[in-house]
Structure formats: structure tokens, C-alpha cells
């Protein structure tokens, strides 16, 4: 065999060995969305991969099992606001804790380091009284400034300060000179700058948004502020047993369009996801 | 306000105390909102959190009564259910880092470089990544299932029976931590990615030139020049590992017989279902100094490698 040939037998063998890897990174999806559309006797019979009968009532009654639509709903705004906040307070901390000299700088910084350390599970339970004492229970407003300030925002700053220490100082004093204030130079010099950075903090809290568990499990009681994830995990009949089909369903509902954002824009997901996770 | 600045620089000596002391208000501004919300909602609550740990409060008593350390003390020497679930958190650690990293680093390997189809695989590995944890759970649950569950019916076909794998302690443990790996890995496999770019490829060419063979050139060049990258991961791996709540939550509820009970969900069962607010909070200390520990240990080889 020539050395090319060579070459080309090693990758390919190399290929086959991947493809069987990716099995259980991408059969559970498959399965999933085959599974949402068949009935409970199919799921737990002789293993099928296209439904023998497709069942689209099955995506009917997801939505009236539960106000699936509502909570849909919850989980998009919450996870929306959640992000902005997060872009607002983090560049701006950001940008000073890079950019600005300041009393009390350097123990900031130590604190927040030190909030980064310490995770949400610690601090849920006071969290929990102090929303109570704000009559906060049962609404969003947890869901929104938990993680707006918890350790996720300390991280989107310690990102956002990251990014800011590397640009060029010239074009802020340009932008003083032309006479504009800090705001003014953060607003229209810093931000517009700092594009990539916000676009990396952006599709991560907004997937953290979207994938938190804990505090809607908490925070919230009446189904109709329910968000997705929690959604997902009460589908059950009145014996506590999950509703197969209809859990599937209502899955691959909230997975489906997750997943395909991510496959058109997976290289700037990925990329983020190097970023924060490299930095942070 | 740029009126203000100029005013300031015309009026002279005085000034520059005031441009400067400006600058500090201006800048503590800009940081007042990440300010007011660590006080509120971390700093505030870290320091009730160790008040409730030394207080015997059940939620439905509504009243909290100071008992210093009885909790901690309850906890390590008394409640026998605490060393289970520190052993189980353990367990699932050594089980899952190892795997994770291994896995992550051959598939960094793999994917480091470009070829046909590099760009799907990446995709691929990392689709669980951004998927939530419930889903992934709920998918996997279904899959596991004793009777009727994908795997057995695929064993079956083959003459094996399966276990109940979630159903039966020894099993439900290796299902979640394989589970959770498969989810995870791919958060490391770019990390490792990214490393593995930023290694010249000079050193490589150079040692290949010397005559070095593949695995010589992995042990003596990429290797030693991932450790920082290795390190990081490793810490951020077990700490992750440490905090797994919502995974376990949906695939086993901390069963069978309290197999897969780990620290953040038994913080949560006792303080939320049980409303045993004191001895969660002492839980969640111990939590916290658990991983305050491997930060530091984190921080101290860190140091040590650079030297």
C-alpha cells in the first residue's frame, strides 16, 4: 500500500470509531421524538424507531394535560430578561472594574471571586426567606434576579472585564476627547467594541436561563407559572407515574427548537462556551 | 457632564482631586448593581446561612432556637444517613471525573484538527451540553427502563436480560454517572479543543523530525503542556460533580434505598421537603467548605506549576 493509501484507511477506520461514539450523543433525541408520537403500548413493545402509528394527539394533549403553552411562554420571557439584565450589569461592572481606578476595587474583585467559589445550592435556602419576606414566592421575579446576580452574572462580569482589558485604550481617549462622558464612552466606544464577548454571554445565560431547575422547583407552586423544565417533569398521572408519551411529546417540544438554533448557529455556541469557560 | 470636565480642567490646582474623586463615583456607579446584588443576595444570605446552621428550626415550628453546633455535630457523628451521602457524593466524583476527562481529552484529540466532517462530530459531542437537564434525564429514564426500557428490549435481542438499572442500587449508580458523563463531556472535550489549538504546531514538527514516534511526541510535548488546562478542568469536573442536583432529581429521586442520595440532593430533601432548615443549612456549610477546598487546592498546584 502507498502512504496514501495508508492515510485513507486510518481515517476511515478513524471515522467508523467516531460515528460509534456519537451513538449515545444522538440516539436519545432520535428516540425521543420517534417516542413522542407513539402510543404506550408501542413505546414498551418490540423497539420501533418509526412510529407503526403516529399519534399527533399526542402533542394535543400536552397542551391541555397542562397550560404547556403558558409555560412555554414563562420560560422564553424569563429567559429573554434574564439575559439583558445580565448584559446591562455585567458590562458595566465590567467595564469599570477593567477600565476605571476606584477605591475599593481590588476588594470588589475578591469578593466576587469569592461569590464565583460558592455555588447557588448554598445560598437557596436564606434566598428562599428573603423572596418570602419580599412576598416574592410564586412569582418570577426569583427566577429573574437569582440568576441575574448569583454566581452566572459574577461570571458573565469576570468575561465581559476580560474582554474590556484587552481593547485598545486609544479609541476611549478619542472618544473623551471628542467630549464624551463615561456613559457616553462605555455606550457608544466600549460596547460596540465588545460585540463578540456579548454574544458569548448572551447564549450562555440564556441557556442557563432556559435549563434551570432548581429555583423554579422551589420558588413556584401554581402551574401556570411553571417553567419548561418543571413542566417536563410533571407529566405525571394522579398515581405520580410518568405519562410516558405525552413527557416525550412535551420533550422533544422543548428540545427540538433548542436544538436546532444550535445546529445553525453551533460554531458561535461553541465558541462561547471556549470562551467563558477558558476565562472564567 | 463634559461641560463639568471642562470647567474643572480650566479652574486648575483644585481640580484634579475632584476629576479624581468624579471618576470614583462615576465608576462606583457603574458597579452598583453587581454591588447591591451581592450584598443582597450573597453576602447577606452566606452570613444567614451560617446562623441557620447553628439553630434547631423546623419550618412548621416557625421558631428558631440557637444550638451552636449541635447540627454539624449531628451530622458527623450521629446521623448515619450524612456519611451514605457524603460516600455517595464521592462515588458518583471518582466515578464520573475520570471518565469525563479520559473521554473529553481522546475526543479533544480526535477533533483537535481539521478533516471531513470535524465539524459535524464537534456538533455532535456537544449537542447534550445545551440541552437541560431534566430532558436529558427524562430521555435516559425511558431508555433504562427494566421492562420494556430501549437497552434491555436491544439486549434482549441478543438473549440478555438486563437488569432494572435504575431500580437496582448497584446499577443505578453506574447509569447516572455514565448518563451525566455523556451529557457533560462535551463542555470538556472544547476546552481541551481550545487547549490543544493553542499548542504551536513548531514543536510537534521539530520532534517529529528528531525521529519522536506519536506516542512520545503526546507524552513529552502535549501532555506536560495541557496540565494547566488539565488542572482547571479537573476542578471545575469534580466541582460540577459535587453540585449534581437535577439529573439525579428526575432519573432516580435519590433511590433505589438511597443509592444515588448526593450532597446537594439531600440539602434539598431535608430542607425543602422535610423543612429541617437548621440541619440543611449546616449541610450546605459543609458543602460550601467542601468546595471551597478544592478551589484552593486548585489555586495552591496552580502556583506550584508555574514556579
Redesign the interface.
Known amino acids: 500500500m502507498t502512504q496514501r493509501q495508508v492515510q485513507i484507511l486510518y481515517r476511515t477506520c478513524w471515522t467508523i470509531a467516531l460515528l460509534i461514539a456519537a451513538i449515545p450523543f444522538v440516539f436519545p433525541f432520535v428516540w425521543m421524538v420517534s417516542a413522542g408520537f407513539k402510543s404506550v403500548t408501542e413505546i414498551f413493545g418490540a423497539p420501533t424507531l418509526i412510529p407503526r402509528v403516529w399519534r399527533w394527539q399526542n402533542f394535543v394533549e400536552v397542551f391541555t394535560y397542562q397550560p404547556f403553552a403558558r409555560q412555554y411562554f414563562n420560560s422564553l420571557y424569563i429567559a429573554i430578561v434574564v439575559t439583558a439584565l445580565t448584559l446591562v450589569i455585567s458590562s458595566l461592572a465590567g467595564y469599570a472594574l477593567a477600565r476605571m481606578r476606584f477605591a475599593g476595587a481590588g476588594l470588589l474583585m475578591l469578593f466576587l471571586i469569592s461569590a464565583l467559589m460558592v455555588p447557588e445550592e448554598v445560598t437557596i435556602i436564606p434566598n428562599f426567606f428573603l423572596m418570602r419576606w419580599f412576598g416574592l414566592v410564586d412569582t418570577h421575579w426569583p427566577l429573574i434576579l437569582l440568576p441575574t446576580f448569583g454566581p452566572h452574572g459574577v461570571m458573565a462580569t469576570f468575561l465581559m472585564r476580560q474582554y474590556f482589558l484587552a481593547l485598545p485604550k486609544e479609541l476611549e481617549e478619542a472618544g473623551k476627547m471628542d467630549g464624551l462622558s463615561r456613559f457616553g464612552v462605555w455606550w457608544k466606544i466600549a460596547l460596540p467594541m465588545a460585540r463578540p464577548a456579548l454574544a458569548a454571554v448572551s447564549i450562555i445565560t440564556f441557556l442557563f436561563s432556559w435549563n434551570l431547575f432548581l429555583e423554579p422547583l422551589i420558588f413556584l407552586s401554581s402551574l401556570d407559572m411553571f417553567t419548561l423544565p418543571l413542566a417536563l417533569s410533571n407529566f405525571n398521572d394522579s398515581y405520580g407515574l410518568p405519562l410516558w408519551n405525552l413527557q416525550l411529546a412535551a420533550t422533544s417540544l422543548a428540545v427540538v427548537p433548542i436544538l436546532i438554533v444550535y445546529l445553525i448557529a453551533q460554531r458561535q455556541i461553541i465558541e462561547s462556551f471556549a470562551l467563558s469557560g477558558v476565562k472564567g | 457632564?463634559?461641560d463639568t470636565?471642562h470647567n474643572s480642567i480650566r479652574t486648575g490646582h483644585k481640580t484634579w482631586l475632584t476629576l479624581k474623586m468624579r471618576?470614583?463615583m462615576?465608576?462606583?456607579l457603574?458597579?452598583s448593581?453587581?454591588?447591591i446584588?451581592?450584598l443582597?443576595?450573597?453576602?447577606?444570605?452566606?452570613c444567614?446561612?451560617v446562623y441557620?446552621s447553628m439553630t434547631e428550626w423546623n419550618l412548621l415550628s416557625q421558631q428558631a432556637t440557637f444550638v451552636g453546633l449541635a447540627n454539624f455535630q449531628n451530622a458527623l457523628l450521629e446521623n448515619p444517613d450524612f456519611w451514605l451521602v457524603v460516600r455517595n457524593s464521592v462515588i458518583f466524583a471518582i466515578g464520573l471525573v475520570p471518565l469525563n476527562m479520559a473521554l473529553a481529552l481522546a475526543?479533544a484529540l480526535?477533533l483537535s484538527r481539521p478533516?471531513f466532517?470535524v465539524?459535524f462530530?464537534?456538533?455532535?459531542?456537544?449537542?447534550?451540553?445545551?440541552?437541560?437537564?431534566?430532558?436529558?434525564a427524562?430521555?435516559?429514564k425511558?431508555?433504562l427502563?427494566g421492562?420494556?426500557?430501549?437497552i434491555n428490549?436491544?439486549l434482549a435481542l441478543v438473549g440478555i436480560t438486563g437488569p432494572n438499572w435504575l431500580r437496582e442500587p448497584s446499577w443505578a449508580m453506574a447509569a447516572v454517572i455514565v448518563t451525566r458523563v455523556?451529557k457533560m463531556v462535551?463542555?470538556n472535550m472544547?476546552?481541551y479543543?481550545?487547549?490543544l489549538q493553542a499548542i504551536p504546531r513548531d514543536y510537534e514538527e521539530a520532534a517529529r523530525l528528531e525521529g519522536a514516534s506519536r506516542r512520545q511526541i503526546f507524552s513529552m510535548i502535549t501532555w506536560p503542556l495541557l496540565a494547566p488546562t488539565t488542572l482547571v478542568i479537573m476542578v471545575?469536573t469534580t466541582?460540577g460533580s459535587f453540585?449534581v442536583?437535577?439529573h439525579i432529581?428526575?432519573m432516580t429521586g435519590g433511590g433505589p434505598e438511597n443509592g444515588t442520595l448526593v450532597l446537594?440532593f439531600y440539602?434539598?430533601q431535608q430542607?425543602?421537603k422535610f423543612f429541617n432548615?437548621g440541619y440543611?443549612?449546616a449541610l450546605?456549610?459543609i458543602?460550601?467548605v467542601m468546595?471551597?477546598a478544592l478551589?484552593l487546592v486548585q489555586v495552591m498546584l496552580r502556583r506550584k506549576g508555574s514556579e
Open positions: 457632564m463634559a470636565v471618576e470614583m462615576e465608576a462606583w457603574f458597579v448593581p453587581t454591588f446584588g451581592f443582597l443576595f450573597f453576602l447577606g444570605p452566606l444567614a446561612v441557620y475526543l480526535a478533516f466532517g465539524v462530530f464537534r456538533t455532535v459531542f456537544f449537542a447534550p451540553v445545551i440541552t437541560s437537564a431534566i430532558a436529558w427524562i430521555v435516559w425511558f431508555l427502563q421492562e420494556g426500557g430501549f428490549q436491544v455523556i462535551g463542555l472544547i476546552l479543543i481550545a487547549a471545575i466541582i453540585k442536583f437535577d432529581y428526575q446537594a440539602i434539598y430542607g425543602f432548615v440543611a443549612s450546605a456549610m458543602m460550601f468546595i471551597m478551589t
